[in-house]
């Protein structure tokens, strides 16, 4: 026996194996109807007349943070005034004890801004001392919010109803779509 007719069936069944393959998958049946290809769908566009449109409402809630104040008058003006005031008088009347002649009337007046200055810081203090009763809550609202319309729509003498995110006005843009209808064929 040559070589050429030793590998001849090797050839042949290598040659083989995919055309094999094809009938040994697991998941292999006979059908006896052929396959049925997709179909471009048959689709047009035409308008309806709107009949109602109603809003369809939903509760949401958020929650915000807040400052609560328990008891505390607020003045806007005038609050750190008195204590400026006082402050520079104090610090006058120690000032003007330091030194003599010129210079004595420069420490009045130093003493005088530095004990204003004093006073507003002490002054500011007890402002926000005062609003310190003050905090931070959080709190829950409800408001009503549109999510969408209920729209009952007439097209060819048939009322449909769907429910859209807008308000489509007095007519509406549909979508037709015509297929044949397929249980008929388990009839036959």
Not at 76 to 91: E, K, L, N
Request: charge should be negative; aromatic fraction near 6%.
């Amino acid at each position: 026996m040559t070589a050429a007719t030793r590998l001849l069936p090797l050839i042949l069944i290598a040659l083989s194996g995919p055309a094999l393959a094809q009938y040994a998958g697991d998941d292999y049946e006979e059908q006896d109807s052929y396959p049925i290809s997709p179909m471009p769908e048959n689709v047009s566009f035409g308008y309806a007349q709107v009949l109602r449109a109603d809003e369809v409402v939903e509760t949401q809630r958020t929650r915000a943070t807040e400052e609560r104040c328990d008891d505390v008058e607020y003045r806007q003006s005038g609050r750190t005034t008195g204590g400026t005031v006082i402050g520079a008088i104090v610090g006058a009347a120690l000032g003007n004890q330091v030194g003599d002649g010129d210079g004595r009337k420069a420490a009045t007046v130093v003493g005088a801004v530095a004990g204003g200055v004093v006073g507003n810081n002490i002054a500011r203090n007890r402002v926000e001392a005062e609003s310190r009763g003050c905090r931070l809550v959080e709190v829950e609202r409800e408001a009503p919010v549109i999510v969408g319309y209920d729209v009952e729509y007439m097209y060819k003498g048939e009322k449909y109803v769907s429910r859209l995110p807008y308000d489509p006005g007095n007519r509406l843009r549909i979508r037709v779509s015509v297929m044949p209808d397929d249980t008929g064929t388990e009839i036959r």
